[in-house]
């Protein structure tokens, strides 16, 4: 090996300086953002990244300032769902720029780098682990009051990746749908953030029941009530059964949020319930934590 490739090759120390520098940009990120909320799914396909847009839209609406974190480093879904899928991302003073999809909205996935849509990523644990650390150290994020970080299916690297990564996570939100396989799935993603010692805000029923649209009458197509009565089995917050619509699909497909095309319906004064429960139990534990240092 020649002189020159010894060269480039960083050392122990130049990697371990480099880390440290990492970190304390994460520390920086961290201390810029007012609320870090996780949406979490036991299993894939019961819309939990609906669910996750559609919060960050309506708390937008409400004047606050929202950055979404794709950390699905496998299944990127979230620029699409904003319609900004393969938007090319820029470089700023401070790092990188995340895309604005809203005013008021800022979004990073894996999704705006790959070279095209049909590019897997091939990763293991470690490698995750440093995207979603640059997610957070190596991105102009700004002044934010919340931070939704969309989550894969399951327990697995990313969510202990974001658990480890974001110190004083404020809550996690358990999304599921009534099915007997989806609710035992969900029961393992509460106990995974009891075992981190991350509060849970609560648990959502997605997909819950068919409204007629002749008669009005709501079918139970996946059945109803299945998150309301596991919310009670595990003594968890129950935020809210969001009714099927066939317009949530068709607007995440085209990149509109559907609270933003529908702001009058149904479905989004249940989207809006259950965001104001949220902000009222982050805002709850910021009161209580303030008294205890007091």
Known sequence: MSTQQHADIPSEEQRKAEEEKREKRVAQTLGKIRYKIMVMSGKGGVGKSTVAVNLAAILAKDGNYVGMLDADIHGPNIPKMWGVDWKPLQSGDEGIRPVEVLPN??????????????????????????????????????????????????????PLSVAH?????????????????????SRKTVN?????????????????????????????????????????????????????????????????PYVVAYPDSEVTKVFEDIAKKCKAFVESRDKEGKKDKK
């Open 165 to 185: 990564l974001i110190e004083g996570m404020d809550g996690s939100i358990i999304v599921t749908t009534p099915q007997d396989v989806a609710l035992l799935d």
């Open 192 to 256: 995974f953030s009891r075992m981190l010692k991350i509060p849970l805000i609560g648990i959502v029923e997605n997909m819950s029941g068919l409204r007629c649209p002749k008669c009005g009458h709501l079918i139970p197509l996946f059945k109803i009530g299945g998150g309301k009565k596991a919310a009670q089995d595990l003594e968890v917050p129950f935020l809210g059964q969001i009714p099927i619509d066939p317009e949530v699909v068709q607007k995440s497909d085209s990149g509109t």
């Open 105 to 158: 909205v800022k979004l990073i996935s894996m999704g705006l780098l790959l070279p095209n849509p049909d590019s897997p990523v091939v990763w293991r644990g470690p490698l995750k682990h440093t995207a979603i650390k640059q997610f957070l150290g190596d991105v102009e994020w700004g002044d934010l009051d919340f931070l939704i970080v969309d989550l894969p299916p399951g327990t697995g690297d990313e």
